[in-house]
């Protein structure tokens, strides 16, 4: 289940179980979303994006489910690895804006 | 590998130096981020260059500056160093609209300050 540890919100699953982690973003307005997944001394790494013109969009073993209304993401994680596990972060942005990045979520997968 | 480069990877240094960051952004990307991270926290914006100009600031110290040349690599100075400022200090680049597309990140410099 999710716990919010000392710093991160942490969500541990077992090998082969599907995973979400959710995003609250900050601006109603923002229309481009994306989900990085950072693993431990490494840079953030680009996993999937979506415009706000869509609700939904699904990649290789990951969706990503975009609610406006109550500005939410979400990130689907299909039969989750343990290489699968790292620091989740949703990041949004408008037009020509920066990135702006959420707290971030770690995810630790047990085998 | 994203085709960003950063350099140095890892830096220890004393309060109250200077240290300089180095990146150099994918091909053919004009705009250049940097960003700070520090322990368990998120990513925290510092600045945007596009082309060699200034394009947006974040929450940057006055202590820190960058720049960026005219083959668009990009440097972080920072000076006056307190032991606050040892975070991950990550730069990104993004092609040249930068609209509805993923910034690309490096892998960080790793800064300590002792």
């Known amino acids: 289940g999710e716990s919010v540890g000392l710093h991160l919100p942490t969500l541990s699953v077992q090998e082969g179980d599907n995973s979400i982690i959710n995003c609250a973003y900050s601006?109603?307005?923002?229309?481009?979303f994306i989900w990085y997944k950072q693993e431990s001394g490494k840079g953030p790494q680009f996993i999937i994006d979506?415009?706000?013109?869509?609700d939904k969009r699904q990649g290789q073993r990951v969706t990503v489910l975009l609610n406006k209304t109550v500005k939410h993401l979400s990130l689907q994680i299909a039969a989750t690895q343990p290489g699968d596990s790292a620091v989740y972060f949703c990041?949004?942005?408008?037009?020509?804006?920066?990135?702006?990045f959420g707290k971030g979520t770690m995810l630790l997968v047990s085998p | 590998d994203s085709g960003v480069t950063q350099t140095p990877k890892h830096l220890i240094t004393a309060t109250g130096q200077r240290v300089t960051l180095r990146c150099s952004p994918r091909?053919?990307?004009?705009?250049v981020y940097w960003y700070q991270q520090s322990l368990d926290q998120g990513l925290q914006f510092l600045i945007q260059?596009?082309?060699?100009?200034?394009?947006a600031k974040g929450n940057i110290l006055e202590r820190f500056s960058a720049q960026q040349f005219p083959d668009l690599h990009s440097e972080l100075n920072l000076s006056s160093l307190e032991l606050g400022d040892s975070a991950l200090y990550f730069c990104?680049?993004?092609?040249?609209?930068?609209?509805?597309?993923?910034?690309?990140f490096g892998q960080g410099t790793r800064l300590t300050v002792v």
């Open positions: 091909s053919g990307d004009l705009s």
């Open positions: 260059y596009y082309n060699g100009e200034e394009r």
């Open positions: 979506i415009r706000s013109n869509m």
């Open positions: 990041a949004e942005k408008l037009g020509h804006s920066t990135l702006t």
């Open positions: 601006n109603s307005a923002s229309d481009y």
């Open positions: 990104a680049s993004s092609s040249p609209e930068g609209v509805n597309t993923e910034a690309f």
